[in-house]
């Protein structure tokens, strides 16, 4: 049975955050989510965090010597402690590091795009070659119900700051043909080592670029429309009138609740048809599905 609370605020909806207990927060009561879960005919995923339990930079990495994975790291570290600087950070001209020691959010994707360039060119110092990247992608976890879910479909697209290749293999395990769009690598003839990487690189931003591309190129009406993801980057992928559903594992809800407490739930709020407040998708297979079935 399908647990769905309708609140009609964020802070509403940040409130049933903490129990622990499975269910779906809404913004809509229960006959009308089910209504429109009914509708949707095609889908834009997110992959890490979604789709997967790990993260697929860091089993990748687990390919490379210890020293580029030490690099690779500081750069994640970077990274993370400063995604959250203000436009306008607290120095002066004095700081020979006034510009490039801090994170401004116009710039964030030129750093994301540096690291995807430093992610391929240590893949190729590590003799890291395609078959790698595809048995890494066949190897990772899905979430419980993310291979349901996807299944449910046959017009759909992974969309991720990520590595095609390392999709692709996660594909090929699970018997899956999404469209899929993500770092594409480049490889040397005949032994596939990896070779740099396309010019046309994904990151945070390219997201709600490509989701919109493909309801271009498909025609789909946004009320056909499914899009899933766990973070405030996913949820710029979605347009008004589909189906969006942000995934909340439980298990992971102490770590984003003090994001979430920062604001974002507030901003994302407004695109959300509702939250997923559960560690396995199942629930969002088994609210399609219950609505196919009464349409």
Same mark, same amino acid.
């Given at each position: 049975?399908?647990?769905?609370?309708?609140?009609?605020?964020?802070?509403? +909806?940040?409130? !049933? @955050?903490?129990?622990?207990?499975?269910?779906? *927060?809404?913004? #809509? =009561?229960?006959?009308?989510? $089910?209504?429109?879960?009914?509708?949707?005919?095609?889908?834009?995923?997110?992959?890490?965090?979604?789709?997967?339990?790990?993260?697929?930079?860091?089993?990748?990495?687990?390919?490379?010597?210890?020293?580029?994975?030490?690099?690779?790291?500081?750069?994640?570290?970077?990274?993370?402690?400063?995604?959250?600087?203000?436009?306008?950070?607290?120095?002066?001209?004095?700081?020979?590091?006034?510009?490039?020691?801090?994170?401004?959010?116009?710039?964030?994707?030129?750093?994301?795009?540096?690291?995807?360039?430093?992610?391929?060119?240590?893949?190729?110092?590590?003799?890291?070659?395609?078959?790698?990247?595809?048995?890494?992608?066949?190897?990772?976890?899905?979430?419980?119900? +993310?291979?349901? !879910? @996807?299944?449910?479909?046959?017009?759909?697209? *992974?969309?991720? #700051? =990520?590595?095609?290749?390392? $999709?692709?293999?996660?594909?090929?395990?699970?018997?899956?043909?999404?469209?899929?769009?993500?770092?594409?690598?480049?490889?040397?003839?005949?032994?596939?080592?990896?070779?740099?990487?396309?010019?046309?690189?994904?990151?945070?931003?390219?997201?709600?670029?490509?989701?919109?591309?493909?309801?271009?190129?498909?025609?789909?009406?946004?009320?056909?429309?499914?899009?899933?993801?766990?973070?405030?980057?996913?949820?710029?992928?979605?347009?008004?009138?589909?189906?969006?559903?942000?995934?909340?594992?439980?298990?992971?809800?102490?770590?984003?609740?003090?994001?979430?407490?920062?604001?974002?739930?507030?901003?994302?709020?407004?695109?959300?048809?509702?939250?997923?407040?559960?560690?396995?998708?199942?629930?969002?297979?088994?609210?399609?599905?219950?609505?196919?079935?009464?349409?």
């Amino acid at each position: 049975m399908i647990d769905i609370r309708q609140v009609e605020t964020a802070q509403q +909806a940040f409130d !049933l @955050l903490s129990d622990g207990e499975p269910k779906i *927060i809404s913004r #809509y =009561g229960a006959p009308e989510l $089910i209504r429109r879960a009914g509708l949707v005919k095609a889908g834009a995923f997110d992959f890490d965090g979604t789709l997967i339990t790990k993260a697929q930079w860091d089993e990748v990495a687990k390919l490379m010597p210890e020293d580029l994975r030490r690099r690779d790291r500081e750069f994640i570290e970077w990274y993370l402690e400063h995604r959250t600087d203000q436009d306008l950070p607290d120095t002066t001209l004095d700081d020979p590091d006034w510009f490039h020691s801090h994170l401004l959010d116009s710039n964030r994707t030129a750093a994301e795009g540096g690291s995807v360039a430093q992610f391929a060119h240590f893949c190729e110092r590590s003799g890291i070659t395609l078959g790698n990247l595809i048995e890494t992608g066949m190897e990772l976890p899905p979430r419980d119900g +993310a291979i349901e !879910l @996807l299944k449910l479909f046959v017009l759909y697209v *992974i969309i991720s #700051y =990520g590595i095609e290749h390392v $999709i692709q293999g996660f594909a090929k395990a699970h018997g899956l043909d999404p469209h899929i769009v993500a770092s594409r690598f480049k490889f040397r003839e005949p032994d596939m080592l990896v070779m740099g990487h396309e010019y046309n690189v994904v990151v945070s931003s390219t997201k709600p670029l490509a989701a919109n591309r493909f309801r271009t190129l498909t025609g789909i009406a946004d009320e056909e429309m499914l899009v899933v993801g766990d973070s405030v980057v996913d949820v710029e992928m979605m347009h008004p009138g589909g189906l969006n559903i942000l995934v909340m594992p439980c298990k992971e809800a102490n770590k984003k609740l003090t994001a979430f407490r920062n604001g974002n739930l507030a901003g994302m709020w407004p695109k959300l048809t509702a939250i997923l407040y559960s560690d396995s998708l199942m629930p969002l297979v088994e609210l399609i599905e219950l609505g196919r079935s009464r349409s």
